[in-house]
Structure formats: structure tokens, C-alpha cells
């Protein structure tokens, strides 16, 4: 079955340290991952997504194949970035999103 | 409209009693998701629309809850009987790009079941 596992529950960081969050995910074909923030108060949206290979507000997350991963990072953390981060697995195919369980960032001052 | 509407924002129901949850994508999405978000347990699919094609409906945990959507695009939630551990926030979302993921979620319907 297809998961997406985000074993970090709670995340704390002090501001200007870098940040890695963990994904992992499980589907035996060619995946599309995601990620998604929802900032206090605010809606779920789109972070980014490794078919653009992009850099959005200092994140990057590259997709390995081989340990199944799909790890967001930062080199330096920013109080803003505080926030719930979701992982998510699209199928090839499928129309659904299957997401992790969340992590939450704290970022200290 | 400009985004993904819900309403209402926050529902407080008796266990037994009916919801329904409304949800309004954005204007020429046609997919539309309903995804259940509850503490500590991430955002679990619900059900999903594509177009005229059959529903997939095959994350509805029982047969109490049900969705229709109407002329292609507002969509209702139901559920029927609620018990308190229906008690989550009810989450909708569209896309307007086949396969690609990239959902505009709304602001969410908070239902409480006391």
C-alpha cells in the first residue's frame, strides 16, 4: 500500500540553524511528492513539488529513489517558518493525494 | 470565485444528529477532494470528484457519511448519526490540473460533536 511516513511529530530549531524535515514514502511506481504548509491560522497550501525542482521561501527538497525520500531543508531557519509541514505522494495515475501525519516546526528565536 | 469556499466554518452538533458540510471550488476546477483532518492523525482522503466520472469514494471510514456534488461543481458532506469521533476539521479542496497535485485547499469546516 501506499504511505507517506513523517516521523518527526514536533520539530524545534532555533532561528538561523538549518532545518530538515523528514519524508518517507512507500509506492512501488513512479511517484510525484509534495509538500504542503498550513501556517497558524491559515489555509493548507502548496509548498512545492519535486517535478519543478524549485526553491520557494529558502526551501529545497530533492527527491532519492533509491531510500525513498523526500526530505525539505533550509540552511537558515526563520521565525516565519514556524508552521505545520505535510508531506504528500501522488500516484501515477491516481487522482488523490496521500499525505504523512504532519510535522510541526517550531522555530526559536 | 477566488478561491475554495466552506461553510460553515464551525459546526457544533448533538451525537445522533445530521450535518451537512458545504464546500465551493474554484470556478473551472473539476476535481474536487474532501480530505478529514484530525489531531495527530494528518489529513485522511475522504472522497474525490472528477468531472462526470464515478466518484471515488473509497475513503469514507462508514456508510454514515456521503457526498454528492451537484452540476459539476458546489459539493455537500453529509454525514448522518455523528458520533463524537467524527468530531475533526472537514477540509475541501480542487484542482484544475489532472495528476499534478497541486490543490487549492479551503479554510476548513470545524464540526464538534458533543
Known amino acids: 500500500a501506499q504511505r507517506v511516513t513523517q516521523p518527526e511529530k514536533l520539530l524545534s530549531v532555533f532561528k538561523g540553524a538549518p532545518v530538515e524535515l523528514k519524508c518517507n514514502y512507500s509506492?512501488?511506481?513512479?511517484?510525484?511528492l509534495f509538500w504542503y504548509v498550513q501556517y497558524s491560522r491559515q489555509r493548507l497550501q502548496l509548498l512545492l513539488r519535486h517535478i519543478s525542482r524549485e526553491s520557494i521561501k529558502g526551501f529545497t527538497a530533492d527527491l532519492n529513489k533509491g531510500e525513498t525520500s523526500f526530505h525539505l531543508k533550509k540552511p537558515f531557519a526563520q521565525e516565519e517558518d514556524s508552521a505545520m509541514y505535510y508531506c504528500?505522494?501522488?500516484?501515477?495515475?491516481?487522482?488523490?493525494?496521500?499525505f504523512g501525519q504532519g510535522t510541526r516546526l517550531t522555530i526559536n528565536p | 470565485g477566488a478561491g475554495v469556499s466552506q461553510s460553515p466554518s464551525n459546526k457544533v452538533t448533538e451525537k445522533g444528529k445530521d450535518v451537512e458540510l458545504r464546500c465551493d471550488p474554484i470556478?473551472?476546477?473539476?476535481?474536487l477532494y474532501w480530505y478529514r483532518q484530525s489531531l495527530g492523525q494528518g489529513l485522511e482522503f475522504l472522497i474525490y470528484?472528477?468531472?462526470?466520472?464515478?466518484?471515488?469514494k473509497s475513503g469514507l471510514p462508514s456508510d454514515r457519511f456521503s457526498a454528492e456534488r451537484t452540476g459539476g461543481s458546489v459539493s455537500t458532506l453529509t454525514i448522518q448519526r455523528t458520533q463524537q469521533e467524527d468530531s475533526a476539521v472537514y477540509l475541501c479542496?480542487?484542482?484544475?490540473?489532472?495528476?499534478?497535485?497541486?490543490?487549492?485547499f479551503g479554510s476548513g469546516t470545524r464540526l464538534t460533536v458533543v
Open positions: 509506492y512501488s511506481g513512479s511517484p510525484e
Open positions: 504528500a505522494l501522488s500516484i501515477q495515475g491516481a487522482q488523490k493525494l496521500v
Open positions: 479542496a480542487s484542482s484544475g490540473t489532472v495528476g499534478q497535485g497541486g490543490y487549492t
Open positions: 470528484f472528477q468531472g462526470n466520472s464515478a466518484p471515488d
Open positions: 470556478s473551472g476546477h473539476t476535481a
